[in-house]
């Protein structure tokens, strides 16, 4: 890692454990939404909304039901993909 990566890495575990009861909180709230396998409507739902109150672009959902978001960046640098099942296993 360079520097600089080490410094953006310091920053995010930084705000992940200022941050780690909201985000635990929003991973119950999600799970508590009913998404049987091929029944994840409801919760493809609720994660849209919440992507949209988070300020994400192009909130959109798909037949399957899966959920495509675009947040922008504040600086430039490489795209980063995040990618997750919706259904309960």
């Known amino acids: 890692m360079t520097t600089i990566d080490q410094q953006l890495l310091t920053q995010l575990l930084t ?3 200022a941050h780690l009861e909201d985000i635990i909180a929003e991973n119950i709230a999600v799970c508590e939404v009913a998404a049987p396998p091929f029944q994840e409507l409801e919760r493809a ?3 849209a909304r919440r992507l949209q ?6 909130v959109s959902i798909d ?3 899966n959920v495509y ?3 922008s ?3 430039p640098g490489p795209t980063l993909m995040v990618t ?3 259904d309960t296993v």
């Open 63 to 65: 037949e399957t039901p």
């Open 15 to 17: 705000y992940y454990q």
């Open 69 to 71: 978001a675009q947040i």
């Open 45 to 47: 739902r609720y994660v």
């Open 53 to 58: 109150e988070a300020g994400a672009e192009s």
């Open 84 to 86: 997750a099942h919706l």
């Open 73 to 75: 960046g504040q600086q």
